[in-house]
């Protein structure tokens, strides 16, 4: 734990939260997610006025699969690079720990829940991340090593049937469609209404883009994370200089 500074910053102070480092990853997993479901959601749904637009677009079947392998690979040198960077950097095994699920996280996620119900005044306290953005990460890591798994198997599919019966393949190519169906309205749907959309935060919350957030929205969003780094006091303004006492 850092030794708080001992003057309060200023309401709209910009405080470091992730780096440029941790900002390309997410930029990389953006993209490659975003291809891949639009590629992948071109055939799972070809039948359809949105899947034959979808391949319009993508300038049909075989320019598709193209497209979709590569952004595959991509997605696998995205999550490779993440583990390294778990692995080798300090600073990426703290935010790991930071995000590892915590018997905490369910009384905190049991008092957010009576705040949205209007049950307590306040939101709870929360440390780096809350229960809701732990739950993003994961399910994002895990639902991205599954789609490794299983398109692999589909990517390889002559050889993985010389090893597997049929059916095999046929279970994967449908867990495949619809895990990524899944991951799609997980990180396009609900993590965008969380992070960009929800009250207090539309249009947009701009930490992407800078890596930073105000001392105020730390305050209130992240308590405890602000008072190892600032102390108890509220974010205040300070008096202008050679104004009145």
Do not use: C
């Amino acid at each position: 734990m850092t030794e708080p500074l001992r003057t309060p910053p200023t309401p709209d102070q910009p405080v470091p939260r992730f780096t440029r480092g941790e900002l390309a990853q997410h930029w990389a997993l953006l993209v490659t997610l975003t291809v891949l479901a639009l590629t992948g959601l071109a055939l799972f749904a070809h039948g359809t006025w949105i899947g034959r637009l979808l391949l319009a677009l993508e300038g049909g079947l075989a320019s598709r699969g193209i497209l979709h392998r590569v952004f595959a690979v991509a997605l696998m040198l995205v999550v490779v690079w993440h583990l390294l960077y778990i692995l080798l950097t300090e600073r990426g095994h703290r935010q790991f720990l930071a995000m590892l699920p915590h018997r905490r996280d369910l009384t905190d996620l049991a008092e957010l829940l009576a705040y949205y119900r209007r049950r307590r005044p306040d939101p709870p306290a929360f440390g780096r991340f809350t229960p809701l953005q732990k739950l993003q990460y994961w399910g994002a890591g895990i639902g991205s090593v599954m789609m490794i798994g299983t398109g692999l198997v589909l990517w390889f599919h002559t050889k993985t049937m010389a090893l597997m019966p049929k059916w095999v393949i046929d279970v994967t190519t449908i867990v495949h469609g619809y895990e990524g169906l899944i991951l799609f309205m997980l990180l396009f749907g609900w993590h965008l209404y969380i992070v960009h959309l929800s009250p207090g935060n539309f249009p947009m919350q701009r930490t992407f883009l800078t890596g930073t957030i105000s001392a105020e929205r730390l305050f209130h969003e992240h308590r405890r994370e602000y008072e190892e780094l600032f102390g108890p006091d509220a974010p205040a303004e300070r008096p202008e200089a050679g104004g009145s006492p």
